[in-house]
């Protein structure tokens, strides 16, 4: 059963998790929602367990308590595809947001359209600087700066190798400091 205010914004999102499915929806007399599932007796079960999933995640991520939500990480990296988990929960953190993580579930003050904006950044930055570095520490590094900051992703590699804090050798590029370090003096400068 879908609550009525609901049911647009969860067939949305059911949509989504459903990809690859054979299946119809439809709503009942009563206004309850039903799907049906085509395929074989394996198939079935593995859509119901899909869906099972979808509703339940769902209903973990509209769940609010004191400002806080609830994202499952297995949405998360649905939506983030190609974008690491560490990363977006290292990219709220830095942006000085609330973040715990408690087994599958991040728990932020993040709402949805925010988290979603924020992986979106993150991959344009990454798909911007993945032609001119390919070690994954390296290009995180700059990305996190490069978000944190608002400045450029390329630009902030450029400054990085200026400041020595990366070194170039014969196309593979070094981190000279401890990650964490980099990020601290190229977002403020030290």
Wanted: net charge negative.
């Amino acid at each position: 059963m879908i609550d009525e205010e609901d049911r647009e914004d969860f067939l949305e999102f059911f949509e989504r998790a459903a990809s690859g499915l054979d299946y119809s929806y439809r709503l009942d007399e009563k206004g309850k929602l039903v799907i049906d599932i085509f395929g074989d007796k394996s198939s079935q079960r593995f859509a119901e367990r899909k869906i099972r999933n979808a509703y339940r995640n769902f209903y973990i991520m509209k769940d609010r308590k004191m400002g806080l939500r609830r994202y499952p990480v297995e949405v998360i990296a649905e939506l983030a595809a190609g974008v690491s988990i560490g990363l977006v929960e290292k990219s709220i953190k830095l942006k000085g947001r609330k973040l715990e993580r408690r087994k599958d579930v991040l728990i932020t003050d993040l709402e949805p359209d925010e988290i979603t904006d924020m992986i979106n950044e993150l991959r344009y930055s990454l798909d911007e600087i993945r032609p001119f570095v390919k070690q994954k520490m390296v290009r995180e590094v700059l990305v996190l700066a490069s978000f944190i900051s608002g400045v450029n992703v390329v630009d902030m590699m450029e400054k990085a190798i200026d400041l020595g804090l990366i070194e170039e050798v014969n196309g593979i590029y070094y981190l000279r400091k401890n990650p964490d370090e980099i990020i601290r003096m190229l977002v403020g400068g030290d």
